[in-house]
């Protein structure tokens, strides 16, 4: 049997804010580099457009730094990928579950343009000491 090698890319940008002690959101251009080869969003880029804001809420207002102390790691992550598009923008909202001072629970909602929920991502993180 020949092994087969295959190349793969892709293009993820999107943009992360901080709004309250309660709340972050996020939003991310649905285009080419995102896309695997059905059309749709790839899974993984669109855990990962979660996650960032899930954490920009748990850092609370600070910007990360490489080694920061404090940093909020994630530490589980637990991905419901209820529905996907292939066009238009994804929206993200988090908020904290439960907001503690070493462990914190964050449920962050990924939308498409018509409000149709794509994701439900609920993440643990934990204060890293460095």
Known sequence: MTAQTTSFHG???FEASYISPD???????VKAGLLNPFG??????????ADVVATTLAL????PTAGMQGFP???????????????????????FVK??????????KVTSDEGK??????TT???AEG
């Open 23 to 29: 709340e972050a959101i996020g939003t991310m251009a």
């Open 60 to 63: 609370q207002g600070r910007t």
């Open 99 to 108: 907001k503690g001072r070493r462990v914190s629970t964050v449920r962050t």
């Open 73 to 95: 790691l994630a530490i589980t992550l637990s991905a419901n990928l209820l529905a996907n598009c292939r066009e238009g923008h994804l929206h993200a909202q988090a908020r």
């Open 117 to 122: 929920v794509l994701l439900d991502l609920t």
């Open 125 to 127: 993180h934990v204060v």
């Open 40 to 49: 749709t969003v790839h899974a993984g880029a669109m855990i990962w457009f």
């Open 11 to 13: 293009d993820l940008a």
